[in-house]
T-cell receptor
């Protein structure tokens, strides 16, 4: 099983639609969870962290279910500018002070007029 | 000011050559990383350095040798380039050691094409 798995999409939606992305992770010891966004031919950028109680940032809502090892991202009232690849990201702890981020393959979103 | 910069942006070279990619961050971060994003868009960690010391080496062939002259710079030297090395290489940095998944700030990427 891959460490982080996402539906690759693409998701093609009209402007104003609500779209949900799902992600599962395999390492139950992971403590930190994120969604990054990557525009075409650009670098990934942090969209939002994901907290246990769920969190919202404007039109974006992230949820975490530790028992199911499942993370979600909901985008409401989607805009053309939301078109990008959304990367589910989980930390891997190597012990001591070491660790790094494990990136999912990403889900591509295209928002159409 | 660019927070994380990489040079060159594009690199086209023949198989068997040796090439280097440079990365600099002006964020005062302690940890820097190299990632490879292949044609299937999968972003995978290669190395991370914390205060100039190698802390992660993710089973990368030893043709790849990172060098960190100071904590603001992490360069990547690749010997004997192979076709399979063609990818986009991203440098990134974070404030902490990466253990708790500190936010990582990425450079614009270096698109390497090996012919």
């Amino acid at each position: 099983r891959k460490e982080v798995e996402q539906d690759p999409g693409p998701f093609n939606v009209p402007e104003g639609a609500t779209v949900a992305f799902n992600c599962t992770y395999s390492n139950s010891a992971s403590q930190s969870f994120f969604w990054y966004r990557q525009d075409c031919r650009k670098e990934p950028k942090l969209l939002m962290s994901v907290y246990s109680s769920g969190n919202e940032d404007g039109r974006f809502t992230a949820q975490l279910n530790r028992a199911s090892q499942y993370i979600s991202l909901l985008i409401r009232d989607s805009k053309l500018s939301d078109s990008a690849t959304y990367l589910c990201v989980v930390n891997r702890d190597y012990g001591g002070s070491q660790g790094n981020l494990i990136f999912g393959k990403g889900t591509k979103l295209s928002v159409k007029p | 000011d660019t927070a994380v910069s990489q040079t060159p942006k594009y690199l086209v070279t023949q198989m068997g050559n040796d090439k280097s990619i440079k990365c600099e961050q002006n964020l005062g971060h302690d940890t820097m990383y190299w990632y490879k994003q292949d044609s299937k868009k999968f972003l995978k960690i290669m190395f991370s350095y914390n205060n100039k010391e190698l802390i992660i080496n993710e089973t990368v062939p030893n043709r790849f040798s990172p060098k960190s002259p100071d904590k603001a710079h992490l360069n990547l030297h690749i010997n004997s380039l192979e076709l399979g090395d063609s990818a986009v290489y991203f440098c990134a940095s974070s404030h902490g050691s990466g253990r708790w998944g500190d936010t990582q700030y990425f450079g614009p990427g270096t698109r390497l094409t090996v012919l």
